[in-house]
């Protein structure tokens, strides 16, 4: 499926042949997909006159940044943006940084905590791109999704330079609305198709007050990186509750205390999955976290900017878990694996040991709602992995699931996993049957309409479910995409 | 183990993009968060472990396609490893050790790169990795009075390897080893003219078969002597002797300990047979040699099956080579006993450190790429504000030095032996 010579030629003009590759070889390595070729643009000029030529070729083409997953068409053009790697600026002051999409999550955070300062490590890792929209750890202290992004600069899909926010209308980062124009609308959506159609080429990253230290000091060797000295002001725990309700009434207190950096619904194996090497430690520590929990549970990272700030947290803190009946896991307060839970969390986000250390795979239900109508949900969802577990086709957590306020609120994020081997058919058959009728219960008995959905089912279901939404987007879509460039109606990943 | 063997690790690649990166946690700014060369040179994915892992399940089911992006992908690789210790941090996979099989069945399939063919025909010909250029192997340790240990017992034996042995500019590394371990007493001997090539850089370069002639050739004679230890200020050859020559069942501790001249120099400056007394004034970085840090982890012998489930776990369970099982502390520890040398780190260090550029035969086959890497370690040495870099490597030493010629670099490059003979 290589570029016939004319085309090729005129990619490579734009951005050297170099940084072309149409060898139909090569593209497995890509996600296995056949595309038509690679492009690596270095700037938005480049991506600008590439996209360009995608619309005069008629080819759809898709971006990624590091490229961790998404869904792509044979024949496609994928733009690689591994080129535009930079920082543009760290604005102390006005608590922002604009990045390009190769600029990693661990990279934006390490120059962060230098100047005390912090970013919203997504829930994909901290190898991902910095501008990614998403969730993750630190979201009860760090704002979360769209919310993140302030000004903008995006190619569209017939290849303008769209600058939104302040940044098109006075040459600054500090404010994705007004006065330029405010687009937030395009690029914000949380139902599918999830984000924007085009390339994003920089954004502005809102930044949060950092109070740890400037770096961890951190020894041993990998997979076991332990800290040297626990910091002072900071504490890391998880605390299990008799009941879901008792868990729940803890959170909310926690959130409207504003007191957490960090607050984790991590289920007992996700605990193991991370504070482990390797996978038969990780089922020993699952089994042994098991019998310790006295129920469901979270994690909790509170940080001091002073003794006082952290001393009235702590109390804070240990006065809501007693109110609760809330236990502290014993595992966890052993300072080695505090440490490594706290490093763990707040530097990486901890994706990799926890969904694909088992099986290579995992399929995933993620929602951003109400959390206690959230977890209700979640609870059968996790009852109907049981089956699934005791086949011996996903690995067992015991039918766990998690999620956490976002910004101290009662809103927030609950995802529920099945982690299994990429090399089992039945297993993959399985887990999507399951996936689609735990999307469908949460349609059916209204606690909210997926945010990954195949396309027939945003037509038929979920959008009639949200006010008929697709209608719209279908006619913004076709507004922006007039030669149908934009592959998948737009839906487009940033990791 | 074949490539086959490897599909099921090679299916676990979930492109998280971490093989390219340093483990997260280390990562301590924008600057030198990258690990792998090869991504950071040239771009596209599939100079990445994760893009050629993913090349290799497709070449095992559809067949392999040797197009020239195909096999500029196998061959800008340093095989340095440090992909598989950063993937290594999360999953349970093997990540080099298929790599290295892909190199393997494209040469087995007749697509040698043509430099490396030259190479290795050169060593099967002369015992040499290097050109002889009419010297000899022993000519460097002319009028030492150093023993032959063709002809006298001794418990320790010096391999020099090639480069020390036929590059002018290495001759006094081999010098200055034989000066201490002299001045520490120990019974030592060299093969002089017989000592021949450790074959380890064939493997790298896909050689599969010739490595182990000429591994063959290297054993006999180094046990024709009855040393007990094989002490090397190579770490390219230390790396051969310990871990490759174990892995194919050539060679075990009980018959032959092999050493790297820093874990000697350690030792002996703990018992007090070394010392030091000269001060030197000088601020050091430390460079890594890949094949001594995490690529010298000692071969972890291991069989079993798949258990059948929902997890990539074995029967008996699989203990993975992670990198930490390097040699890191002994080169360090022999730096802090020098008196005037402080020694201050880089961003990038143990079994995270930064390729110097030389493995894999990317010396011989992309010299232009060899010495980018190079570059990019001198740089972050810079960072460091020390005066000198040092390392434990020839391989390294040459191409750094190579590097810091052209770019009118201020820093000092030495080997750690030559620091130590200067302090004695």
């Known amino acids: 499926m290589a570029l016939s010579k004319e085309r090729f030629q005129a990619f490579a003009d734009v951005v050297g ?51 961790w997953t998404g869904t792509f068409q044979p024949g496609s053009i994928l733009l690689d943006l591994r080129r ?14 604009v990045v390009e999409p190769y600029v990693t999550s661990a990279q934006l955070q390490a120059e962060l905590f230098k100047r005390g300062l912090n970013t919203n490590m997504k829930g994909a ?13 630190l979201d009860q202290s760090c704002g979360a999704d769209d919310r993140n992004h302030l000004a903008v600069e995006w190619v569209t899909p017939t290849g303008e330079l769209v600058k939104m926010g302040s940044w098109g209308a006075v040459g600054e980062w500090f404010c994705g609305d007004g006065p330029g124009p405010s687009l937030r609308s395009l690029v914000s959506s949380v139902v599918p198709p999830s984000t924007t159609p085009g390339v994003f080429t920089k954004v502005a990253m809102k930044l ?20 040297r000295e626990f910091p002072s002001n900071m504490m890391a725990r998880y605390y299990s509750f008799p009941t879901l309700e008792k868990m729940w009434q803890a959170e909310i207190a926690i959130g409207e205390a504003e007191i957490a950096l960090e607050l ?41 900017d002073s003794p006082e700030d952290f001393a009235y ?13 809330g236990q502290s896991l014993k595992t966890v307060e052993d300072p080695e694996l505090e440490g490594i839970l706290l490093t763990q969390c707040t530097r990486i986000s901890a994706s990799v040991r926890e969904t694909f250390r088992p099986g290579g795979c995992f399929k995933s239900i993620p929602i951003m709602g109400q959390r206690d109508l959230t977890i209700r949900w979640a609870i059968g969802a996790g009852q109907a992995k049981l089956p699934l577990i005791e086949k011996g086709l996903i690995a067992d957590d015991g039918g766990g699931f998690f999620g956490w306020g976002v910004e101290h609120g009662h809103l927030g994020k609950t995802e529920i996993f099945c982690k299994f081997s990429a090399l089992n058919p039945v297993a993959w058959e399985e887990v ?30 979920i959008g009639p479910a949200l006010s008929n939404y697709h209608v719209w987007w279908n006619k913004v879509l076709e507004a922006l995409d007039p030669n149908g460039v934009v592959p998948d109606k737009g839906m487009s990943w940033l990791l | 183990m074949a490539l086959e063997d490897y599909a099921g690790d090679m299916n676990m690649c979930c492109r998280c993009s971490a093989c390219k990166f340093i483990p997260l946690q280390m990562v301590k700014g924008f600057k030198h968060a990258n690990v792998c060369p090869s991504i950071s040179r040239y771009n596209f994915h599939f100079f990445s472990a994760g893009g050629r892992l993913n090349l290799g399940v497709a070449g095992l089911e559809k067949g392999f396609n040797y197009t020239p992006w195909y096999l500029s992908s196998l061959y800008n690789c340093q095989q340095c490893g440090a992909c598989d210790v950063s993937c290594k941090y999360g999953m349970d996979m093997e990540v080099l050790l298929p790599i290295q099989e892909l190199r393997i069945k494209a040469v087995e399939d007749g697509h040698a790169h043509p430099a490396l063919a030259k190479v290795v025909e050169r060593m099967a010909k002369t015992g040499s990795m290097v050109p002889m250029e009419g010297a000899g192997r022993g000519d460097w340790a002319q009028g030492l009075g150093l023993k032959d240990a063709n002809q006298e017992k001794v418990e320790v034996l010096y391999h020099v390897g090639c480069l020390t042995s036929f590059d002018e500019g290495f001759r006094q590394l081999a010098q200055a080893t034989a000066q201490i371990l002299t001045a520490a007493g120990v019974d030592f001997g060299i093969l002089g003219q017989a000592e021949t090539c450790c074959g380890g850089r064939a493997y790298e370069m896909g050689h599969k078969q010739d490595f182990l002639t000429q591994a063959q050739k290297s054993l006999e004679q180094i046990k024709a002597t009855g040393a007990k230890t094989l002490v090397t200020s190579c770490a390219e050859c230390y790396q051969a002797y310990k871990v490759l020559y174990d892995r194919f069942g050539l060679r075990d501790d009980h018959e032959l300990k092999v050493l790297h001249i820093t874990e000697l120099m350690a030792d002996l400056l703990s018992q007090g047979k070394l010392q030091p007394k000269k001060t030197l004034d000088l601020c050091v970085t430390y460079h890594d040699p890949c094949h001594l840090g995490r690529l010298g982890e000692p071969w972890i012998h291991w069989q079993g099956k798949k258990v059948p489930g929902d997890r990539f776990i074995f029967d008996p369970p699989k203990p993975y080579r992670r990198g930490g099982g390097g040699v890191y502390e002994p080169p360090r520890q022999v730096l802090h006993s020098l008196p005037g040398v402080v020694l201050t780190e880089m961003d990038r260090i143990k079994e995270y450190a930064w390729c110097a550029g030389s493995c894999g035969g990317v010396i011989d086959s992309n010299p232009e790429f060899a010495q980018w890497t190079a570059e990019q370690r001198l740089e972050e040495a810079k960072c460091t504000g020390a005066d000198a870099i040092v390392s434990a490597s020839p391989w390294a030493e040459k191409l750094l030095k190579t590097a810091a010629g052209n770019g009118q670099c201020h820093l000092g490059i030495y080997d750690v032996v030559e620091l130590v003979a200067q302090a004695i």
Request: proline fraction near 5%; include cysteine; charge should be negative.
């Open chain 1, 17 to 67: 042949e170099e940084n072309i590759c149409d060898d139909p070889t090569m593209m497995a390595a890509y996600f296995r997909t056949d595309f038509a070729a690679v492009i690596m643009p270095k700037d938005p000029s480049e991506v600008q006159a590439v996209v360009r030529l995608c619309n005069k070729f008629q080819l759809k083409f898709r971006p990624i940044c590091t490229g």
């Open chain 1, 84 to 97: 535009m790697n930079q920082i543009i600026e760290i604005n102390e002051k006005n608590m922002y940084a």
């Open chain 1, 125 to 137: 890792g901290a190898q991902c791109s910095a501008m990614l929209r998403g969730h993750g750890h």
């Open chain 1, 208 to 227: 949060y007050h950092w109070p740890g230290p400037d770096k961890y000091a951190l020894e041993g060797h990998s997979p076991r990186y332990t800290l």
């Open chain 1, 264 to 304: 984790m619904g991590f289920n007992a194996a996700m605990v193991a999955a991370n504070i482990t090497t390797c996978n038969e430690e990780e089922m020993a520590m699952f089994e042994r976290l098991s019998k310790e929990v006295q129920g469901p549970g979270f994690f909790v990272i509170i940080a001091g």
């Open chain 1, 313 to 325: 947290k702590k109390k804070v803190l240990e006065t809501i878990i007693a109110e609760n009946d």
């Open chain 1, 432 to 461: 999507t049957k399951w996936h689609r009728e735990q999307s469908q219960r949460a349609l059916e008995e209204k606690y909210f309409a997926l945010t990954m959905a195949p396309e027939e089912e945003i037509e038929t279901k």
